[in-house]
């Protein structure tokens, strides 16, 4: 397995609310919101693995979707940015606010 980090875009759509919260606190601890249910996640191949025995074990395989792609080419994130003002976050991808 390789321990190079990558982006990769993960969204669900959960449909009981316990889940869902448990989906959403624990990828809002480890990832960067994009939109409501949509994550920005960088990890090796390994925690990548982790990571999906963690979020099979929270949801509920008949009735859940969670999905996750790789990011192939740079994250460049615009609007409001998720991120305290005057705050650094090494590997993260920069924010513009400016328009498209």
């Known amino acids: 397995m390789s321990t190079n980090k990558r982006w990769y875009l993960i969204q669900y759509d959960i449909r009981n609310k316990q889940r ?3 989906v959403h ?3 809002s601890s ?3 919101p994009i939109q409501e249910s949509v994550f920005a996640w960088l990890g090796t191949e390994k925690e990548l693995d ?3 025995q963690k979020l099979k074990s929270l949801i509920n ?3 859940d979707d969670i999905r996750g792609y790789l990011i192939k080419h740079p994250i460049i994130l615009y609007g409001q940015s998720p991120f305290t003002e005057d705050v650094y976050f090494d590997n993260y991808p920069p924010y513009a606010i400016k328009p498209i």
Do not use: C, V
């Open 30 to 32: 480890i990832s960067i």
């Open 20 to 22: 869902l919260r448990k």
């Open 61 to 63: 395989l008949y009735e």
């Open 50 to 52: 982790r990571l999906q």
């Open 25 to 27: 606190k624990l990828l």
